[in-house]
């Protein structure tokens, strides 16, 4: 819009100058012409009336004059071409020298010409100088096709201005495609590989400095790319290593579980057959110690009191055997899945 | 006007026999009119054997201190000025020497009392030349300005009468008087016996505006006309006079040797007799003229029939 806005304003400007001139020109043209339809006229002004109006007439019927009028030399209108307007204010009393620009309305130029005989070749061999006014033509001029000439001027510099600013806006647009094009290209290389696409490459063209860009950035792609083979490779390794570390530490678990099935059922097994023949030593025991306690009275009873205490100290110690005995089955029970 | 101030100059005669100096002032001037006062000035030259010719050009505007001090240098005991510019200086400076007026269609009614030579030719030379080529013309139609060419056209009524003519004059003021008269005469006119003078005078005789209405209906017509102005042959005039410039310039001298004689001896500028003859050959055709070969060789420019 604003590239638009410009070339308008610039197209407005220099329409207008142009316009200026031109119409400086259609005057300075319209006087000149106005001048030699006066000179044209000279005979005319010698002439009847009849012929003057003819005259005029053919003045009127003159491209781009819509009235015209021959004046007496006192500026008064001597004849008018048929169908005139009003007309202006007469002429300057003072004598013109050449045709001039008398009066201006919306629709007219009014130029006003003397008519002069004898000025224009007069020979140095002549005594007498001095020229004679014969009057004056009065042109109104139209304005209209000056007017529709301006108004084309205006239309085809406007269009120009137009279509000269949309040629630059689309030269502008591609010029920074072309700049940016490759930069959008790789924001969007970066926006893939920050979602997690690893092999995107940027499409190296435009500019010098963007091919730059797009060198040094798919040089650090290739190289992040390399970092990362290499790490996947060192994962695998590693991982590797640690399922056969595991393998490993498996086995030897096993083994152990293994071993201390096997401890457990020993110690099952060897409590077991240990307490069988303590419960034969601790039953013997006790019926042993029944039977002395029959024997009383009939022993000696420093003997039956010392086995009574032997009996005892072998009973206690069997019993706390028993105990121990039980705490390790229960011990191997508990490991072995039991309680 | 800076010579408007200057003070008269009155120029020194010779009291000794030594050769007096005579002055002439001419415009400086484009083609064809600088050819014209070259050949007027040859012919002064040829005429004032006993006399020293100084010449000098005046520009436009003249200078009138240059022109001061050559004549206080040369010292003119006559001034011969040719043209419009160099008597309106003459009369201006006031000089105190005699004065004789040369290429200048003067009147003697408005310069009365200058001797000189003007442009109009003398009438008698017209008539006797209408009468060489159209014998059977027995009128001649003139339109003039009394206030102006009084005198040549009293001259013309003594000429026409010794030719065997009848002279029509007719008076006009000014361009307007001369267009509605000479509207008449071109209808009145009769063809077979009469003719029309179209005099110098350009007030009257207009070449924008009354010579195209003369050559025109007089064509139509089958009218004579004659003229003593060589443009006027050349738009369509039977036949005119026109100054033999070196003879004139020799008429001038003699004329300023006569005012360095008898400086107070009446004078007045007389009708021009120093001419040549020039004839339209398409005009005498169409005028049905029988113009010979012999007839031909008698005038010094013919205008050929195309």
Redesign the interface.
Known sequence: MGLLALALASSLSSSGFVAWRLENKALALLGDVTEQLA?DS??V???SEATAFVRAARIAAFPGVRQAALLKPDAEVWVSSTGAGPWPPAPPANRLSRATLAHEDRDCWYFVAPVR??A??????????DD?L?GYVLIGWRKTPLSHLLGWLFVINGALAVALAAAIFAALHAFLRRLTGPLDHLAGVMRRMRDGETNARVNVAGPAETREIGLVFNSLLERLERNRIALERQRALLESEVRIRTQDLSAARDLALTADRHKSAFLAAMTHEMRTPLQSIIGYTQESDKQLQYLEGDADPAITDTLAEYFGIVLGSAKELLQRINQVLELAAHEAGRT | MAFLLVGGWSGAVAKDGAPRVVAVLYPETEAPYRQIFAEILDGIQRGATGETVRSYALSEPPDAAGLRQWLDREKPAVTITLGRLATKIYETFGLGVPHVVGALDASPQQMPGRAGVGLAVDPALLFATLKQLAPTKRRVWVVFDPSYDRWLIDLAQQAASSSGLKLEALGARDLRESARQFTSVLQAADPATDAIWLVADARITDSETILPLVVEKSWQRRLLVFSNNLQHIKRGVLFGLFPDNTLLGQRLAELAERALRAPSAPSSIEVLRAVKRAINLKIAAHLDLAIDQALERQFDLVLPVW
């Not at chain 1, 224009?120 to 100088?129: E, H, I, K, Q, V």
């Open positions: 000179d000279r005979l002004f010698l002439e005989t004898g224009n070749d007069l020979s140095p061999l002549a005594a007498r100088g004679q014969l």
